[in-house]
């Protein structure tokens, strides 16, 4: 069974296979904004700009990110740990969640956010 287009058929092989890999690409394109534009017309109720209009909660979660040679937190966590401050001080929420990766003695993203978020 063939499931090429009528016109595709007449073409050499080279220019078939530049139409298939193109048809490919555009799928996959079409896919990639597709679902992109449906994450953002989902969350878009979920986003602030203004800290007076998030609602309160328990608990904000920063969510681990990378922590530089030097120990400092990567300018994301950062930001995400200075946000989660202004919340807890702003009286949005009462508890601050950290997580990150410990796997190893080496490699901890909890404590120095902890440690960020005491100072």
Known sequence: ????????KSLPLLR???WWILSI???VVLAILTT???VNIKTKAYIYSDINSI????????PGAAILYSGE????????????????N????TKI???????????????????????
């Open 1 to 8: 069974m063939n499931y090429l287009p009528i016109f595709a």
């Open 16 to 18: 078939r296979f530049v």
């Open 25 to 27: 690409f555009i799928l």
């Open 36 to 38: 992109s534009f449906i």
């Open 55 to 62: 609602p309160r909660a328990q608990t904000v979660l920063i």
């Open 73 to 88: 937190l990567s300018p994301i966590l950062r930001d995400r740990a200075n946000a989660a401050t202004l919340l807890y």
């Open 90 to 93: 702003s009286g949005k929420v």
């Open 97 to 119: 969640l950290v997580s990150g990766d410990n796997s190893t003695l080496a490699h901890n993203e909890v404590n120095p956010v902890r440690e960020y978020l005491l100072k």
